[in-house]
């Protein structure tokens, strides 16, 4: 279905995780590791709407959900607890133990609704326990979510765009996540 979705879909498609606030959607990109969808989890754990954590579709000032499961890296088996039965497993994934989270629960975004884009944030680990968050200029932004896209219909150029019209209004931002510091690097991306 994903593979369908991405291939049909007239949006930009980005590596990204997404969330969707009062004020509209925060996409966050980054490398694997980084924390996205440690970052998606903590916000659906804190009631905020999730519309994806790997893959999220970009059209101008617009953000979409993408049709994907919640797969949150996991260390202690405590963090399958909070999924109602039936509605999650754990699995190993290209080496790595993974919590996966079926969409239908609440707390996901339906894949047919529109976000207003509010911030483009480039998600980095810090080496701290406290997590930061800081404006971004547009040339790293774009490094970051250029090779990340997938340009099925689209050119670069609509990537450079959308990122510019962001940049000039400050919502480009870099959150650098501190050690198991999720939730706070959620509050800090949602707010002013």
Do not use: N
């Not at 498609?13 to 970052?39: E, N, Q, Y």
């Amino acid at each position: 279905m994903a593979y369908g979705f991405a291939q049909a879909t007239r949006h930009v498609v980005v590596h990204a995780g997404a969330i969707a606030g009062p004020h509209g959607a925060i996409v966050f990109l980054g490398a694997p590791h980084d924390g996205k969808s440690s970052l998606a989890f903590a916000a659906w754990r804190m009631g905020v709407t999730v519309l994806g954590d790997d893959r999220v579709a970009i059209a101008g000032d617009q953000a979409f959900a993408f049709p994907k499961s919640l797969k949150v890296r996991v260390g202690p088996a405590t963090r399958a607890r909070v999924v109602p039965p039936g509605f999650g497993f754990q699995a190993t994934m290209a080496g790595d133990r993974r919590l996966v989270i079926a969409r239908s629960l609440p707390g996901f975004a339906p894949y047919d609704e529109r976000y207003p884009l509010r911030r483009i944030v480039v998600v980095e680990r810090a080496a701290r326990r406290r997590s930061r968050l800081a404006s971004i200029p547009i040339t790293q932004a774009l490094s970051r979510l250029l090779p990340s896209a997938g340009l099925a219909r689209r050119t670069p150029m609509d990537v450079v765009r959308t990122l510019k019209q962001y940049g000039e209004d400050g919502a480009l931002l870099l959150v650098q996540v501190g050690e198991g510091d999720f939730e706070a690097a959620i509050e800090m991306m949602m707010g002013p």
